[in-house]
């Protein structure tokens, strides 16, 4: 980021990161829709409760104010809340799963670029996964997926779930989807091959493409066997993630719906 002077503000700028830095510090990490990730040092923001007073949350989105530049980023100066993305009191599960939305964003985010998609996609994501039922059967790994799906559609990186990626032709019957195919392959191009993703399967990739995380889709779905889709769109994902995802490590049971490893 180029020096500053004057102060500057972030509007609606969300909290993807805090690091903890020396004794009292912290790096407050943001992604605003018209500047991309920002990366901002908040002194004594542990130690002091007069400069910040507990607004430095996690998921919390508001305005942030910048000040002159410490190194290579500029000094928070101020932030004030405006909502709360992830309630206070979510289970253990639902956290690990809006961190890892945080990550898939930071991962994708590029510092001074802006992407309101991404930002848009991001705050979605993280109202859905506060909304989801968490003692429904199966929603965490249906839940994960669905964030998978729905970021690599905002990254520009999905295949049209409803065409085949080899001929161009809908894959109304349903497709085969792996790794190797990186994409949909309708009936014709498969052959022999059988189909391992149903029509079902392909319109909810299709729709949370568009819409986001949203939690209704999540629920209708959570009953398709999915294994297969998850494999080969978890590989995709993980091309792009610079690392493994620190938010779900040791939980591959409650966030996999299949066990791959």
């Not at 709360?84 to 930071?106: F, H, I, K, W």
Request: net charge neutral.
């Amino acid at each position: 980021m180029k020096p500053t002077t004057e102060p500057d503000t972030l509007q609606d700028a969300i909290i993807v990161r805090l690091q903890p830095l020396r004794d009292a510090d912290l790096i407050a990490v943001f992604l605003a829709p018209d500047r991309g990730r920002i990366d901002t040092f908040a002194r004594s923001a542990r130690k002091s409760s007069k400069r910040f007073g507990g607004r430095l949350q996690p998921f919390a989105m508001g305005t942030a104010t910048l000040g002159r530049s410490r190194g290579s980023m500029p000094s928070l100066k101020a932030f004030e809340p405006r909502a709360a993305l992830l309630r206070t009191g979510v289970s253990y599960e639902q956290l690990a799963l809006a961190s890892y939305a945080a990550e898939l964003a930071v991962a994708a985010a590029q510092p001074e670029h802006a992407d309101a998609h991404l930002h848009a996609w991001l705050g979605s994501a993280l109202v859905a996964v506060d909304g989801i039922n968490i003692d429904a059967p199966r929603i965490l790994p249906w839940t994960k997926l669905a964030l998978d799906i729905s970021w690599l559609a905002a990254a520009g990186a999905l295949a049209d779930p409803t065409t085949c990626v080899d001929c161009g032709e809908p894959t109304s019957e349903g497709a085969r989807w792996t790794p190797a195919t990186g994409g949909p392959v309708c009936r014709s191009c498969a052959s022999p091959a059988a189909l391992n993703v149903s029509p079902t399967l392909l319109a909810a990739a299709d729709a949370l493409a568009t819409q986001i995380g949203d939690a209704a889709i999540i629920e209708a779905i959570r009953g398709e066997s999915a294994g297969d889709l998850e494999f080969a769109i978890g590989a995709q994902v993980a091309e792009i993630l610079p690392s493994a995802p620190r938010s779900l490590r040791g939980m591959q049971k409650q966030f996999f719906l299949a066990d791959r490893r």
